[in-house]
């Protein structure tokens, strides 16, 4: 149980085109969902928190009109990048909670490569 | 005070031995524990988690202890085998379950 899945799971895309990276509980209904982002041998960076219905909480720092996030079910969120830039390249993961549990289930993350 | 430390940054060991990391905090309402281990090009896997509550956890060759006067936490892999080779991540959370990580440790195991 408790699975989260993550599409796609590579993205290659040219400079200033969007792209969105969908997140999915396959099997619980997640009160919230996480979006990190990772660089190469670096720690989880937490961009942004989101609870369905509701608008993301993003981190300082994190420009909320270039990480798009929608968070409009019970098991789906989705994290857009908008006119991305080279420098937008990074290993993007998801993370779904529970209410009243503290671990968060991780999805298997989504590549992604700015040309 | 939001920072969680973590070390050592990367750590070589033998197959069977016993790697240790460590990891601090400050903030002492950080009430959940978990570490993590990831693969490369993989999402973060839960390994073993814990609350302040105890001072070890064991499950399978993964054991947490746990220092809560000194806010300190370490994971040890007991009988460790090359398949463990990876980057381990320890987290803290608040209630909130907003977590802190680490800034991670690169374990390899050799054969």
Known sequence: GAVVSQHPSWVICKSGTSVKIECRSLDFQATTMFWYRQFPKQSLMLMATSNEGSKATYEQ???????????????????TVTSA??????????????????????????????? | QQQVKQSPQSLIVQKGGIPIINCAYENTAFDYFPWYQQFPGKGPALLIAIRPDVSEKKEGRFTISFNKSAKQFSLHIMDSQPGDSATYFCAASAGTYKYIFGTGTRLKVLA
């Open chain 1, 61 to 79: 720092g994190v420009e909320k009109d270039k990480f798009l996030i929608n968070h409009a079910s019970l098991t789906l969120s989705t994290l």
């Open chain 1, 85 to 115: 830039h080279p420098e937008d390249s990074s290993f993007y993961i998801c993370s779904a909670g529970l209410a009243g549990l503290n671990e968060q289930f991780f999805g298997p993350g989504t590549r992604l490569t700015v040309l």
